[in-house]
C-alpha cells in the first residue's frame, strides 16, 4: 500500500493577515501613530520582498497591498475615537443623556457580597453606538439585562475615559433604567425567547447543571454558579462556558453526517444554513461571528477533506474580520480563537500521524492530540489573562472531550423546542443531564488536585514569555541533540517542584486543631475533633471556592455543626459548598435574622440540603470527642434592626476548648458587643479570632481580657475597608500577642504546644515555632499597656516603623548622685555618656539626662511617648500624660522635643520596666 504523502499548506496569505493583526493590536494599546507606522513598514517589507523575490510573487503582493491598507484603515478609526467630542468630554467627566443603538447582549458582572451586600449580579455592561463613536456602557442590572443588539434607548450617566484596548470612545457610568426603549428586530427577539426557553426548561436540572448547560450551549452565564466558574478556570475548562468555534463545528457537523446522504452540496447548505441559526440564537456579536468564521474554516477543512485549503482560509478570516472591525484585533478571544484553529489544522494532524505510525488507534490518537495541540497553542492567552497555568487542562479536556458534543446538541435541540413545547424541551434536557454532570465532576476533580493551577505573570509580558517557553521547549523537542536533555530538565524540575508546590508538605500539619482558611476578605475557621474527617467549622466566607478548597485540603468529610456566627455576605457565601458533598448535623445561626435576603438563603439552602437549622443560646455547650464549645453570647434581645453595626454586634461568640488550648471566636462584634462580654464571663483564650476583620472597631479592654497568646486575623488581600488597623494589632503585640494575617500568611494552623504553621499562597509551608512566653515579660506592666491607659487610644498607628527605646534602670542610685537643674546647656550627661562606673541609666550619646528625688506614684522609667500621626510632643507625669506645656511637672519644667522616627530604635518586643528604684530617670532628646 503507498505510503500517504505529508499534506504541504498555503502559507502565501499568512504574512498579510500577521500584518494586519499587528497593525491593529499596535493601533489599540500605543497610539494611531504606531498603527500607521506598523502597516507601512510592513508594505515596505512586501515591495522588498517583491524586489528581491525573497517570496513567492502572490505572498509579496499580499503583504505589500495588506500593510497600507490596514495602516490607514486602523490608523484612522483609533484617530477618531482618540478625537470625538466624547472623548473629550470623558476626560472631564460630564454627565450627559445619550441616545444609543445597543450592539452586544448585556454580560453581568459579579460582585462578591460583603456584610449587607448581596453577592451576585449588581451591573452589567455592554457595547453601544452613538453618533459613529463607540460606547462601553456599565449600568444596573435591574432594568438593562434585559435589552437585546440593534435596541435603541436613551441613558443618563457620567462618561469617563475608557480603558484602552479597543475602539471605545467613552465608558458611561449608567444611573437609573433604559429611557424610552425601542423594539428590536424581529429576529433579535425570536432569539431571545429561544434562549429564555433554554433557560426554563434547564431549571428542572439541579443549580450547578442549570447554569452550565446554556453556559455550555449559547454562553448565558447568568445562572452559572461561581463555585463551578472557579473550578473550570482552575481545570482549564474555562473555554467551554463560551460561544466558540468547537460549538459551531459541533452543530453544523451533526447536520451535515445525517444529511450526508442528501448528496454533499445539499448536506453542506443545510450545514450553513445550521451555522446561521446558531449566530442568530448566540447572538451577532463580535465574538460570536469570530466563532462563526473560525467554526466554518474547520468545518470546511475538515469535514470537506480539504486540509490544503485551511491555512489560507483561516488567513482570510483574520484579514476580513480584522479590517472590518479592528476591535477583534485586541480581544482576548480572537486570539483563543485563531491561536486554536491554528493548531488543529497545522499541529494535530502531524501529531496524529505520528502516534498512528507507532501503533495508537485512530480515534484514540486523535482524541489525545487536538485538546493537547489546543491547550498548548492557548496556553500563553489564558496564562496572560488568569495569571495562572492549568497543568492538568490536557487531561480534563481529554477526559470532558466525549460528552461536549451531545450536551451542546441537545442542549440546541431542546432550546429550538421550548417555545413551542416546554414537555418535550424538558424531557431532552433530562437526557443531556448526565453528560453536563460529567463535566462537573471532572472539573471539581481536576481542580483539586494539589498544584493544579501555578502562578503567572498577567498581561502582555506574562502571555509572551509563556509562549516563548513553550515555543522553545517544542523547538527544543524536535532536536534529537537536545531532546533527552529537555526531557532530563522537565523531569527534574517535576521532581523538585511537585514536593514543593503540588504535594505540598505539612499540610495538613500532622495534629492540628484549629485552621483559619484563606477566603479572602471573610471568615472561616475550622475546628478539629479527634475522628480525621470531622470538624466544627465557623463562618463559610464570602467565596464558595476558597472554603471549599481549605475543606478539601483539610481532609473534612463530616461536619456535626457548621456555625454562622451572622448573616452578613462575607460569613455565609460560601455556605452551599460546605454543604455539598459533605455531611452536616446542623447549621447554627443567631438570634438576630438579618439581613433578610440571607436568612431566606441560609434557610433555603439548608432545606434543599435536608440540613436543620438550630439558634443556640448563651450558656449551652456542645461536646464532641477533643472538642467543647461554650455559647457566650450574645446575651442581649435581639433588635430588628439591618444595620450592619447591629448584625455585627449580635455575632455568636464561642469559646472553643480544643487540645491545643482555649479559642475564642469573636464573628464581628464591635463595640457594643464587646462591652457586654466584659464581666460575664472568663474571657482568658490561648488562640483569638480577632474581631471583624481587625477593624478599629476593638475595645483595648476587651482584647487585654482575653490576653491571646496568638491571635488570627482573617482578611483579604488589599481589600479597601482598610483592615486590619494598625492600632489592634499595636495593642494585640503590645500584649504578648503572636499576631498572624490571612492576606500576608494564608492558610493558619495552630498546634499543640503554641506552635503554628502556615500555609503561604504559593504552596510552601513554614513552621514557626512560638515558645512559651518568658514570665519576666509578663508579671508587671508593659510599655503598650501603659500607654494605652494614659492615652485611651492608639499610641502609634505605624509603630511597627518606630518602636520605643527602653531602658533598663540598673542600679536604686548611682556612686555620686548629684542634683542637676534643667537645661538647654547642660551637656554633663552628655560628655560622660559612656561612663557607666556609678550605675543607674546608661545614657545614648547625644542623650540629655534629668535626675529628680524619688517619686512616690510612678517608679517606672516612661520615654517619651508620641502620637505617630500628628507629631504632637507627650511627656510622662505623675498623673497621665501631657502634651506640650498643659500640665505636670515635666512638661512645666522643661517641653519635651518630638522624636523623629528614624530616631526610635526598632525593638520586637515590650519589655517589662523593673520596679522598686528609688530615682526615677527621665530622658528626653534634643532638638534635632
Same mark, same amino acid.
Given at each position: 500500500?503507498?505510503?500517504?504523502?505529508?499534506?504541504?499548506?498555503?502559507?502565501?496569505?499568512?504574512?498579510?493577515?500577521?500584518?494586519?493583526?499587528?497593525?491593529?493590536?499596535?493601533?489599540?494599546?500605543?497610539?494611531?501613530?504606531?498603527?500607521?507606522?506598523?502597516?507601512?513598514?510592513?508594505?515596505?517589507?512586501?515591495?522588498?520582498?517583491?524586489?528581491?523575490?525573497?517570496?513567492?510573487?502572490?505572498?509579496?503582493?499580499?503583504?505589500?497591498?495588506?500593510?497600507?491598507?490596514?495602516?490607514?484603515?486602523?490608523?484612522?478609526?483609533?484617530?477618531?475615537?482618540?478625537?470625538?467630542?466624547?472623548?473629550?468630554?470623558?476626560?472631564?467627566?460630564?454627565?450627559?443623556?445619550?441616545?444609543?443603538?445597543?450592539?452586544?447582549?448585556?454580560?453581568?458582572?459579579?460582585?462578591?457580597?460583603?456584610?449587607?451586600?448581596?453577592?451576585?449580579?449588581?451591573?452589567?455592561?455592554?457595547?453601544?453606538?452613538?453618533?459613529?463613536?463607540?460606547?462601553?456602557?456599565?449600568?444596573?442590572?435591574?432594568?438593562?439585562?434585559?435589552?437585546?443588539?440593534?435596541?435603541?434607548?436613551?441613558?443618563?450617566?457620567?462618561?469617563?475615559?475608557?480603558?484602552?484596548?479597543?475602539?471605545?470612545?467613552?465608558?458611561?457610568?449608567?444611573?437609573?433604567?433604559?429611557?424610552?426603549?425601542?423594539?428590536?428586530?424581529?429576529?433579535?427577539?425570536?432569539?431571545?425567547?429561544?434562549?429564555?426557553?433554554?433557560?426554563?426548561?434547564?431549571?428542572?436540572?439541579?443549580?450547578?447543571?442549570?447554569?452550565?448547560?446554556?453556559?455550555?450551549?449559547?454562553?448565558?452565564?447568568?445562572?452559572?454558579?461561581?463555585?463551578?466558574?472557579?473550578?473550570?478556570?482552575?481545570?482549564?475548562?474555562?473555554?467551554?462556558?463560551?460561544?466558540?468555534?468547537?460549538?459551531? *463545528?459541533? $452543530?453544523? /457537523?451533526? !447536520?451535515? #453526517? %445525517?444529511?450526508?446522504? &442528501? @448528496?454533499?452540496?445539499?448536506? =453542506?447548505?443545510?450545514?450553513?444554513?445550521?451555522?446561521?441559526?446558531?449566530?442568530?440564537?448566540?447572538?451577532?456579536?463580535?465574538?460570536?461571528?469570530? *466563532?462563526? $468564521?473560525? /467554526?466554518? !474554516?474547520? #468545518? %470546511?477543512?475538515?469535514? &470537506? @477533506?480539504?486540509?490544503?485549503? =485551511?491555512?489560507?482560509?483561516?488567513?482570510?478570516?483574520?484579514?476580513?474580520?480584522?479590517?472590518?472591525?479592528?476591535?477583534?484585533?485586541?480581544?482576548?478571544?480572537?486570539?483563543?480563537?485563531?491561536?486554536?484553529?491554528?493548531?488543529?489544522? &497545522?499541529?494535530?494532524?502531524?501529531? =496524529?500521524?505520528?502516534?498512528?505510525?507507532?501503533?495508537?488507534?485512530?480515534?484514540?490518537?486523535?482524541?489525545?492530540?487536538?485538546?493537547?495541540?489546543?491547550?498548548?497553542?492557548?496556553?500563553?492567552?489564558?496564562?496572560?489573562?488568569?495569571?495562572?497555568?492549568?497543568?492538568?487542562?490536557?487531561?480534563?479536556?481529554?477526559?470532558?472531550?466525549?460528552?461536549?458534543?451531545?450536551?451542546?446538541?441537545?442542549?440546541?435541540?431542546?432550546?429550538?423546542?421550548?417555545?413551542?413545547?416546554?414537555?418535550?424541551?424538558?424531557?431532552?434536557?433530562?437526557?443531556?443531564?448526565?453528560?453536563?454532570?460529567?463535566?462537573?465532576?471532572?472539573?471539581?476533580?481536576?481542580?483539586?488536585?494539589?498544584?493544579?493551577?501555578?502562578?503567572?505573570?498577567?498581561?502582555?509580558?506574562?502571555?509572551?514569555?509563556?509562549?516563548?517557553?513553550?515555543?522553545?521547549?517544542?523547538?527544543?523537542?524536535?532536536?534529537?541533540?537536545?531532546?533527552?536533555?529537555?526531557?532530563?530538565?522537565?523531569?527534574?524540575?517535576?521532581?523538585?517542584?511537585?514536593?514543593?508546590?503540588?504535594?505540598?508538605?505539612?499540610?495538613?500539619?500532622?495534629?492540628?486543631?484549629?485552621?483559619?482558611?484563606?477566603?479572602?476578605?471573610?471568615?472561616?475557621?475550622?475546628?478539629?475533633?479527634?475522628?480525621?474527617?470531622?470538624?466544627?467549622?465557623?463562618?463559610?466566607?464570602?467565596?464558595?471556592?476558597?472554603?471549599?478548597?481549605?475543606?478539601?485540603?483539610?481532609?473534612?468529610?463530616?461536619?456535626?455543626?457548621?456555625?454562622?456566627?451572622?448573616?452578613?455576605?462575607?460569613?455565609?457565601?460560601?455556605?452551599?459548598?460546605?454543604?455539598?458533598?459533605?455531611?452536616?448535623?446542623?447549621?447554627?445561626?443567631?438570634?438576630?435574622?438579618?439581613?433578610?435576603?440571607?436568612?431566606?438563603?441560609?434557610?433555603?439552602?439548608?432545606?434543599?440540603?435536608?440540613?436543620?437549622?438550630?439558634?443556640?443560646?448563651?450558656?449551652?455547650?456542645?461536646?464532641?470527642?477533643?472538642?467543647?464549645?461554650?455559647?457566650?453570647?450574645?446575651?442581649?434581645?435581639?433588635?430588628?434592626?439591618?444595620?450592619?453595626?447591629?448584625?455585627?454586634?449580635?455575632?455568636?461568640?464561642?469559646?472553643?476548648?480544643?487540645?491545643?488550648?482555649?479559642?475564642?471566636?469573636?464573628?464581628?462584634?464591635?463595640?457594643?458587643?464587646?462591652?457586654?462580654?466584659?464581666?460575664?464571663?472568663?474571657?482568658?483564650?490561648?488562640?483569638?479570632?480577632?474581631?471583624?476583620?481587625?477593624?478599629?472597631?476593638?475595645?483595648?479592654?476587651?482584647?487585654?481580657?482575653?490576653?491571646?497568646?496568638?491571635?488570627?486575623?482573617?482578611?483579604?488581600?488589599?481589600?479597601?475597608?482598610?483592615?486590619?488597623?494598625?492600632?489592634?494589632?499595636?495593642?494585640?503585640?503590645?500584649?504578648?500577642?503572636?499576631?498572624?494575617?490571612?492576606?500576608?500568611?494564608?492558610?493558619?494552623?495552630?498546634?499543640?504546644?503554641?506552635?503554628?504553621?502556615?500555609?503561604?499562597?504559593?504552596?510552601?509551608?513554614?513552621?514557626?515555632?512560638?515558645?512559651?512566653?518568658?514570665?519576666?515579660?509578663?508579671?508587671?506592666?508593659?510599655?503598650?499597656?501603659?500607654?494605652?491607659?494614659?492615652?485611651?487610644?492608639?499610641?502609634?498607628?505605624?509603630?511597627?516603623?518606630?518602636?520605643?527605646?527602653?531602658?533598663?534602670?540598673?542600679?536604686?542610685?548611682?556612686?555620686?548622685?548629684?542634683?542637676?537643674?534643667?537645661?538647654?546647656?547642660?551637656?554633663?550627661?552628655?560628655?560622660?555618656?559612656?561612663?557607666?562606673?556609678?550605675?543607674?541609666?546608661?545614657?545614648?550619646?547625644?542623650?540629655?539626662?534629668?535626675?529628680?528625688?524619688?517619686?512616690?506614684?510612678?517608679?517606672?522609667?516612661?520615654?517619651?511617648?508620641?502620637?505617630?500621626?500628628?507629631?504632637?510632643?507627650?511627656?510622662?507625669?505623675?498623673?497621665?500624660?501631657?502634651?506640650?506645656?498643659?500640665?505636670?511637672?515635666?512638661?512645666?519644667?522643661?517641653?519635651?522635643?518630638?522624636?523623629?522616627?528614624?530616631?526610635?530604635?526598632?525593638?520586637?518586643?515590650?519589655?517589662?520596666?523593673?520596679?522598686?528604684?528609688?530615682?526615677?530617670?527621665?530622658?528626653?532628646?534634643?532638638?534635632?
Amino acid at each position: 500500500m503507498p505510503r500517504k504523502r505529508p499534506t504541504t499548506h498555503d502559507y502565501r496569505l499568512a504574512p498579510a493577515a500577521a500584518a494586519v493583526w499587528t497593525t491593529a493590536v499596535a493601533g489599540l494599546f500605543l497610539t494611531w501613530q504606531a498603527a500607521v507606522l506598523t502597516g507601512l513598514a510592513a508594505g515596505a517589507l512586501g515591495f522588498a520582498a517583491w524586489r528581491r523575490a525573497w517570496w513567492t510573487r502572490t505572498c509579496a503582493i499580499a503583504l505589500l497591498i495588506s500593510g497600507p491598507v490596514a495602516a490607514a484603515w486602523v490608523g484612522g478609526n483609533v484617530l477618531r475615537a482618540e478625537t470625538h467630542p466624547l472623548r473629550l468630554a470623558a476626560n472631564e467627566g460630564r454627565s450627559t443623556t445619550l441616545t444609543v443603538e445597543v450592539d452586544t447582549r448585556p454580560e453581568g458582572i459579579r460582585a462578591e457580597g460583603f456584610a449587607g451586600h448581596q453577592a451576585g449580579v449588581d451591573h452589567v455592561i455592554l457595547t453601544a453606538t452613538t453618533d459613529g463613536a463607540h460606547l462601553v456602557l456599565l449600568a444596573p442590572a435591574d432594568k438593562w439585562r434585559d435589552l437585546l443588539p440593534g435596541q435603541r434607548v436613551t441613558a443618563k450617566g457620567t462618561l469617563a475615559p475608557p480603558r484602552g484596548g479597543d475602539l471605545a470612545s467613552a465608558l458611561l457610568r449608567v444611573r437609573g433604567p433604559p429611557i424610552d426603549p425601542r423594539p428590536p428586530p424581529v429576529w433579535q427577539s425570536w432569539a431571545g425567547e429561544l434562549r429564555d426557553g433554554l433557560s426554563r426548561a434547564s431549571a428542572v436540572l439541579d443549580d450547578e447543571e442549570a447554569g452550565l448547560l446554556p453556559a455550555l450551549v449559547v454562553g448565558d452565564t447568568e445562572r452559572m454558579v461561581p463555585r463551578i466558574v472557579d473550578e473550570f478556570r482552575t481545570a482549564g475548562l474555562a473555554h467551554l462556558l463560551a460561544v466558540s468555534g468547537a460549538n459551531l *463545528a459541533i $452543530v453544523c /457537523g451533526v !447536520v451535515y #453526517l %445525517l444529511l450526508r446522504r &442528501l @448528496g454533499p452540496r445539499q448536506a =453542506a447548505a443545510a450545514a450553513m444554513v445550521a451555522l446561521i441559526g446558531f449566530v442568530i440564537l448566540a447572538g451577532p456579536e463580535p465574538s460570536v461571528l469570530r *466563532a462563526a $468564521v473560525m /467554526g466554518a !474554516v474547520a #468545518l %470546511l477543512a475538515l469535514v &470537506l @477533506g480539504r486540509e490544503r485549503s =485551511a491555512v489560507p482560509s483561516l488567513a482570510t478570516a483574520v484579514l476580513v474580520l480584522v479590517l472590518i472591525d479592528p476591535a477583534l484585533g485586541g480581544d482576548p478571544g480572537f486570539a483563543l480563537s485563531v491561536m486554536a484553529t491554528a493548531a488543529l489544522v &497545522l499541529i494535530a494532524p502531524k501529531w =496524529a500521524r505520528a502516534l498512528k505510525s507507532r501503533g495508537v488507534p485512530t480515534g484514540l490518537a486523535e482524541a489525545i492530540v487536538i485538546p493537547t495541540a489546543a491547550s498548548l497553542a492557548t496556553a500563553p492567552v489564558v496564562a496572560g489573562l488568569s495569571g495562572q497555568v492549568s497543568l492538568v487542562s490536557v487531561i480534563a479536556n481529554l477526559v470532558a472531550g466525549p460528552v461536549v458534543a451531545p450536551a451542546t446538541v441537545l442542549g440546541v435541540v431542546a432550546a429550538v423546542i421550548a417555545p413551542v413545547w416546554p414537555e418535550a424541551a424538558e424531557l431532552v434536557v433530562h437526557v443531556a443531564g448526565p453528560a453536563v454532570t460529567w463535566l462537573i465532576r471532572v472539573g471539581r476533580q481536576a481542580a483539586t488536585v494539589p498544584g493544579a493551577a501555578v502562578g503567572w505573570p498577567e498581561g502582555w509580558a506574562g502571555a509572551v514569555a509563556l509562549a516563548a517557553v513553550v515555543a522553545a521547549t517544542v523547538l527544543l523537542l524536535r532536536l534529537k541533540k537536545t531532546r533527552t536533555l529537555v526531557v532530563a530538565v522537565l523531569i527534574g524540575g517535576f521532581v523538585v517542584l511537585v514536593p514543593l508546590k503540588v504535594v505540598a508538605p505539612d499540610w495538613p500539619p500532622e495534629g492540628w486543631k484549629v485552621v483559619s482558611c484563606d477566603v479572602g476578605q471573610g471568615d472561616a475557621v475550622v475546628l478539629a475533633t479527634d475522628d480525621a474527617d470531622r470538624a466544627v467549622v465557623v463562618d463559610t466566607g464570602p467565596d464558595p471556592g476558597a472554603v471549599d478548597r481549605c475543606l478539601k485540603t483539610l481532609g473534612i468529610k463530616r461536619i456535626p455543626l457548621l456555625v454562622l456566627t451572622h448573616l452578613h455576605a462575607d460569613h455565609v457565601g460560601g455556605l452551599d459548598a460546605v454543604l455539598t458533598g459533605r455531611a452536616v448535623g446542623a447549621v447554627a445561626v443567631g438570634p438576630l435574622k438579618e439581613p433578610a435576603w440571607a436568612w431566606r438563603e441560609v434557610k433555603a439552602q439548608a432545606r434543599a440540603h435536608g440540613v436543620r437549622v438550630v439558634e443556640p443560646k448563651a450558656g449551652e455547650r456542645f461536646a464532641l470527642p477533643g472538642l467543647e464549645m461554650e455559647v457566650l453570647g450574645p446575651r442581649r434581645p435581639p433588635v430588628a434592626q439591618d444595620a450592619n453595626t447591629t448584625v455585627n454586634d449580635y455575632s455568636l461568640v464561642l469559646k472553643a476548648h480544643t487540645r491545643a488550648g482555649r479559642v475564642l471566636l469573636t464573628g464581628d462584634v464591635e463595640l457594643a458587643g464587646q462591652a457586654a462580654l466584659l464581666g460575664e464571663r472568663d474571657l482568658g483564650a490561648e488562640v483569638l479570632k480577632v474581631p471583624h476583620h481587625g477593624s478599629r472597631y476593638s475595645l483595648p479592654a476587651f482584647l487585654e481580657a482575653v490576653k491571646p497568646r496568638v491571635a488570627l486575623v482573617s482578611v483579604g488581600e488589599g481589600n479597601r475597608y482598610g483592615h486590619p488597623s494598625p492600632h489592634v494589632i499595636d495593642v494585640l503585640r503590645a500584649g504578648g500577642a503572636l499576631v498572624l494575617r490571612t492576606d500576608k500568611d494564608g492558610d493558619l494552623a495552630v498546634l499543640p504546644g503554641n506552635r503554628i504553621v502556615r500555609r503561604r499562597r504559593d504552596g510552601l509551608g513554614q513552621v514557626v515555632q512560638r515558645a512559651v512566653p518568658d514570665s519576666r515579660w509578663h508579671a508587671g506592666v508593659r510599655v503598650g499597656a501603659v500607654a494605652d491607659e494614659l492615652l485611651r487610644h492608639a499610641v502609634a498607628a505605624r509603630r511597627a516603623q518606630a518602636r520605643f527605646r527602653v531602658l533598663h534602670l540598673r542600679n536604686a542610685r548611682r556612686r555620686h548622685a548629684r542634683h542637676h537643674a534643667q537645661g538647654e546647656d547642660h551637656t554633663r550627661a552628655a560628655a560622660h555618656g559612656d561612663d557607666d562606673a556609678g550605675g543607674g541609666v546608661r545614657p545614648r550619646v547625644g542623650v540629655r539626662v534629668r535626675r529628680r528625688p524619688e517619686d512616690r506614684v510612678a517608679r517606672l522609667a516612661r520615654p517619651p511617648l508620641q502620637r505617630a500621626q500628628g507629631g504632637i510632643p507627650v511627656a510622662a507625669t505623675d498623673r497621665g500624660m501631657a502634651r506640650g506645656c498643659v500640665a505636670g511637672r515635666a512638661a512645666r519644667d522643661g517641653r519635651p522635643a518630638t522624636v523623629p522616627a528614624h530616631r526610635l530604635a526598632p525593638d520586637g518586643r515590650d519589655l517589662l520596666l523593673r520596679q522598686g528604684d528609688r530615682v526615677r530617670e527621665e530622658v528626653t532628646s534634643p532638638v534635632p
